[in-house]
T-cell receptor
Framework: DAGITQSPRHKVTETGTPVTLRCHQT?????MYWYRQDPGHGLRLIHY???????DKGEVSDGYSVSRSKTEDFLLTLESATSSQTSVYFC??????????FGPGTRLTVL | GENVEQHPSTLSVQEGDSAVIKCTYS??????FPWYKQELGKGPQLIID?????GEKKDQRIAVTLNKTAKHFSLHITETQPEDSAVYFC????????????FGKGTRLHILP
């Protein structure tokens, strides 16, 4: 998976609790992305980062925030998890913003 | 913004036959078109891509063709094998920036024995 790890790989949480997912890369790529994957919707971009402390919203950013304090780590936070955020979350990295390489995913269940 | 449509959503072919998956895009300025393969329980894997300055690209049994005038591009898999069974996604740059890509909704390919 191109030097990308995601943690945790599986998480079950309750509605209203905060959740943070971590993406870690060893490739020193500039760009990092968070996607969610749901049946019938494919992959949808949540947020992405084009450098340390530089982030931008994707098409489904409501309810999510991100932070990137160093090149290798990109954190996705759900401030107050809802059942609609039950999904599989993928992190991706890219050197120039086009060819993207994906991590193994995190399966999140919000009860 | 960019809109990517992918067809069919499901495709079944006999082992050894060819499979074709088609995508259309809306932004005529788009210039990069990747294809991803996702196996069960794994993240998507980039398998081939094409840029707008060429019409076709091949890599062993897979090829991608691009028709910029019609704004569509296709993935061709020849001599299909059981390990080709997976979900395939096309993508195109999202909006004005080339550092985001928009994915099609995916095609589940079944290779029948």
């Amino acid at each position: 998976d191109a030097g990308i790890t995601q943690s945790p790989r599986h998480k079950v949480t309750e509605t209203g609790t905060p959740v943070t997912l971590r993406c870690h890369q060893t490739e020193n790529h500039r760009y990092m992305y968070w996607y969610r994957q749901d049946p019938g919707h494919g992959l949808r971009l949540i947020h992405y980062s084009y450098g340390v402390k530089d982030t931008d919203k994707g098409e489904v950013s409501d309810g999510y925030s991100v932070s990137r304090s160093k090149t290798e780590d990109f954190l996705l936070t759900l401030e107050s998890a809802t059942s609609s955020q039950t999904s599989v979350y993928f992190c991706a990295i890219s050197q120039q913003g086009n060819e993207q390489f994906f991590g193994p995913g995190t399966r999140l269940t919000v009860l | 913004g960019e809109n990517v449509e992918q067809h069919p959503s499901t495709l079944s072919v006999q082992e050894g036959d060819s499979a074709v998956i088609k995508c259309t895009y809306s932004d005529s300025a788009s210039n990069y078109f990747p294809w991803y393969k996702q196996e069960l329980g794994k993240g998507p894997q980039l398998i081939i891509d094409i840029r707008s300055n060429v019409g076709e690209k091949k890599d062993q049994r897979i090829a991608v063709t691009l028709n910029k005038t019609a704004k569509h591009f296709s993935l061709h898999i020849t001599e299909t094998q059981p390990e080709d069974s997976a979900v395939y996604f096309c993508a195109a740059p999202g909006g004005n920036r080339d550092d985001k890509i928009i994915f099609g909704k995916g095609t589940r390919l079944h290779i029948l024995p």
